[in-house]
Structure formats: C-alpha cells, structure tokens
C-alpha cells in the first residue's frame, strides 16, 4: 500500500499523506494488534520501518530525524498504539462493555486506601507467573503491568 502512494503521489502534502496513511498502511500494520502482537524485537522494527519509510515521502520531512517527522505529523509510533490498545481492550473488559462470558477474567488485588495513593490505582490485577513464552506474551500477561502502572484518575474513568 505504501508503494502505490509512493506510485501515484510524488508531491503529497501533510494533510492529504495523513489521509492516505492512517486509511491505508496502517491498517495494515495494526490489524488485529490485540490478538497478534509481535513480541520479537525483528518483527517490531520491521513494523516501525515501514511507518518510517511513509514518513520520509512527504519531501519537507525527509531529512529531519524520525522523531521530529512524527511530531510533524501528530503521529504516535506504532508500539504506543499497540500500549493504547491494550489499555483500551482491558478498560472495556473491566467496565463490562464486553459479554462477560466471552472475555478473560481478571483478578483484582486487594488494596487498602493508604496504598491506593501512593502506589497505582485501585483496579490493580493480579499478575499471573507464566513458564512458557507462549502465554507470557499472551494478551492477558501482557497488559497487566502496563495497567497497574496507570494513575487512579486514568483508570477510575467512566464510560
């Protein structure tokens, strides 16, 4: 998909790059990111490349550094999507917008109210010992740190 914008369009400007980007590669590069997350560093980079390579065509920022082409732009890079995600798909579970029967379950940690304000958040989950890579990377292991790590504020959210 990047090759046929590259093909059709050689002076493309911020507006309409973005437009053709978010509707047509990365699509493609985020499709079912909750169910096949890539776990190897190779598999990672070989995602974030391509985001890399579309940024390039816009020729006023071609030579600035990755970083600074993705400010540019207002776009977040691909793991940070992925991060986002997660924490999207597991606030659903957790507020019961999913048929409860059809999703993981999550144990949550008793906590007392001293703790709540110094370490985390009241929906902390239980982070379960995994032996094999197989479930380590699974969607259920890979998203409880990242969540305890977010502040009470972000967590206790409504709908």
């Known amino acids: ?5 590259k093909g059709n369009f050689i002076h493309i400007s911020c507006n309409c790059f ?3 980007y978010k509707s047509l590669v990365r699509s493609h590069l985020e499709y079912a990111n909750n169910i096949w997350y890539p776990k190897r560093k190779t598999d990672i ?6 985001q890399k390579r579309a940024t390039k065509l816009i020729p ?3 030579k600035k550094s990755y970083i600074d082409r993705l400010k540019a732009l207002h776009l977040p890079t691909l793991k940070y999507r992925r991060y986002r995600g997660d924490m999207i798909e597991l606030f659903k579970i957790l507020k019961g917008i999913y048929d409860p029967l059809r999703v993981p379950q999550f144990d949550l940690v008793q ?4 703790t709540i304000s110094t370490r985390g958040n009241k929906y902390k989950l239980i982070q379960h ?3 094999y890579d197989l479930r380590k990377f699974n969607f259920t292991n890979r998203a409880i740190p990242v969540w305890n790590s977010l502040p009470n504020h972000v967590v206790s959210a409504e709908c």
């Open 45 to 50: 980079d070989k995602l974030e490349c391509v």
């Open 60 to 62: 006023e920022l071609s």
């Open 111 to 114: 906590i007392s109210e001293d």
């Open 1 to 5: 998909m990047l090759g046929i914008t």
């Open 18 to 20: 973005i437009t053709l």
């Open 129 to 131: 010992h995994c032996h």
